[in-house]
């Protein structure tokens, strides 16, 4: 349960603090006091999208702060202590801070969290009802969750079907790896031939590519190197100046004198070596320069060649190295498609074996979901009853039409079920969509009576109702009060309300009020004890503050309240 709330610089709240108690909490006050305040600083709080129009005009920030105070913890709670690294504990302290530079700073027990981890946290601690929620309600593809959340038993059969689900999109991969089946098959073996055929075709060489792209450069640059080349040429074999024949006559020389000293002779055969080295590159130089000359048919086949390349990278690899491991790889495919009927007969008797258990599991889940509906429609309809809508109707229709043949088309993690509230408030009339059928009065009381039916009794959640009270009055806000009374028995109940019917069953009641001091405006949230509380329903019920048969009659009310909430 939330035991306090602590806001600052939220609208037109400066500084106020909620010490909200266990039970019935009621929030009270004129139009437009500042009621939806606290729901938006709870909202914030809680998780919802940062808007810097909260923040108070004059104000640079907005902080709220929430304590829970919690009986036990459920796993969820416990893991999330676990992800932040923190002991977990039953008091749960929740700051979100916000300023106008947008600035947004989230704290649980003193450890930054994200907004996707507060979010996650705060689903199990508060429910909040107001006018989204009853949309929510119309909307039918919110019903089966509804339905879902009533047998535990049912998110164990959808855990099965997931393993399931799981092996039939395993038993497709392997399918589509052995090329499929029937013309899918003809085309993916006319495909892999077709690939296979190209490639074989080019007659690939490895280093080919470095090799084209060398002779190329050449090429490119044949004058440059002409020129260069015949100039080394010249350098090396030349006239008699040239380096090869004044080595030749350098050995020549040394030769003559070379018994006189060993290492004179010693000279002699290393000037003859180099000599022999430097012919060996003159003649590699000739050869160059004879390569250099430009030969445009030539040209032309490099470039096909290498656009040809090109070509098999860009389809089947990045290299040539790789191209002939797509090859490869192409080969074993083709072999396994021609190969694979055996394979497919096998995986497709592995795939209806599997699609017969998907189909008992969504038989299996129909079954439960019109159990669960046969039990809240029961439910629902004596809860209806109790806040006026005595002739009521109500059915879980479910409009199914899967079959073992197609129920792989149909079946999705949450089964093959199509189902749908319908609803008529009154006698002789058919039930309809929700949507089609129900006013704005009858889905306050829907809503409420959903929950009277489906309430949490570990008391960890509190439940906040606003604008419950929307379109009912009289008698039935007196039934409203009472159910209200009822579920926070077990749970912790904040409604903000118009009525003083339901106001009386409060077990704390709170005023908010608006003042205006010297042109600037504030909210201001005051605990009523039992003088001002009788106060608030005198005012609630349009009658004079200071006539006592006006406090009489707002007294009774709230005798009448305290008397059913004693036999709860």
Do not use: W
């Not at 089946?181 to 085309?187: H, Y």
């Not at 995986?347 to 019109?370: F, H, M, P």
Request: with cysteine; proline share 1%; charged share 25%.
């Amino acid at each position: 349960m939330i035991s306090s709330l602590k806001i600052n610089n939220i609208a037109l709240i400066d500084e106020s603090v909620i010490k909200l108690s266990d039970g019935f909490n009621a929030l009270t006050g004129e139009t437009g006091a500042g009621k939806s305040i606290i729901i938006d600083s709870l909202n914030f709080v809680l998780g919802s999208k940062a808007d810097k129009t909260l923040v108070k005009t004059g104000k640079d920030f907005a902080k709220v702060e929430v304590v829970f105070e919690l009986p036990c913890l459920n796993d969820v709670i416990t893991e999330f202590f676990n992800t932040i690294n923190a002991e977990p504990e039953n008091t749960i302290i929740i700051t979100r801070y916000l300023n106008l530079n947008g600035k947004n700073e989230i704290r649980v027990n003193g450890e930054a969290v994200t907004l996707g981890m507060l979010k996650k946290l705060t689903i199990n601690l508060v429910d909040i009802h107001g006018q989204h929620d009853h949309q929510a309600l119309l909307d039918s593809k919110n019903h089966i969750k509804i339905i879902d959340s009533l047998d535990n038993n049912i998110a164990s059969v959808k855990e099965d079907l997931a393993l399931k689900l799981s092996e039939i999109k395993n038993i497709n991969h392997q399918i589509t790896e052995l090329g499929g089946e029937g013309e899918d098959k003809l085309r993916n073996i006319q495909l892999l031939e077709h690939e296979i055929n190209e490639i074989e075709l080019a007659d690939l060489k490895e280093g080919e590519e470095e090799e084209l792209l060398q002779k190329r450069k050449y090429f490119a640059n044949s004058e440059k190197l002409s020129r260069n080349l015949s100039d080394a040429y010249a350098c090396l074999k030349g006239s008699d100046s040239g380096v090869s024949n004044q080595l030749k006559s350098a050995a020549y020389s040394l030769n003559v004198v070379s018994d006189i000293s060993e290492q004179i002779a010693k000279l002699k055969d290393r000037v003859t070596s180099a000599m022999y080295e430097v012919n060996d590159i003159t003649d590699l130089v000739s050869d160059l320069i004879s390569e250099t000359d430009y030969n445009e048919d030539e040209v032309n086949s490099i470039e096909e060649r290498l656009d040809l390349i090109k070509d098999l990278k860009r389809k089947y690899g990045s290299s040539i190295e790789d191209v002939f491991k797509y090859l490869d790889a192409a080969k074993t495919k083709l072999n396994n498609l021609q190969n694979s009927e055996q394979a497919l007969n096998n995986l497709n008797k592995q795939k209806l074996v599997v699609l017969t258990d998907v189909y008992k599991l969504c038989e299996t889940l129909t079954t439960l979901r019109k159990n669960a509906g046969n039990k809240i429609k029961e439910k629902l309809l004596k809860e209806l009853s109790y806040l006026g809508i005595k002739n009521g109707q109500f059915e879980v229709v479910f409009n199914n039409d899967y079959s073992l043949e197609n129920i792989e088309k149909k079946v999705t993690a949450n089964g093959a079920d199509n189902l749908e509230f319908m609803f008529s408030a009154n006698p002789g009339i058919e039930v309809r969509p929700l949507t089609k059928i129900i006013s704005g009065g009858e889905l306050s009381r829907f809503m409420l009576a959903f929950k009277c039916v489906i309430q949490d009794t570990s008391g960890i959640k509190t439940l906040i109702f606003d604008e419950i009270d929307a379109g009912i009055g009289g008698l039935i806000g007196v039934e409203v009060g009472k159910k209200i009374a009822t579920i926070s028995k077990y749970n912790q109940v904040v409604c903000i309300t118009h009525l003083a019917q339901i106001a009386a069953f409060a077990d704390s009641n709170f005023k908010i009020e608006k003042t205006v001091d010297n042109n600037y405006t504030t909210s201001n949230i005051k605990l009523l004890d039992s003088k001002g509380k009788t106060k608030e329903i005198t005012r609630m019920l349009g009658l004079d503050a200071n006539n006592s048969s006006a406090e009489a009659s707002a007294n009774e009310l709230i005798n009448s309240a305290t008397a059913f909430k004693l036999t709860l």
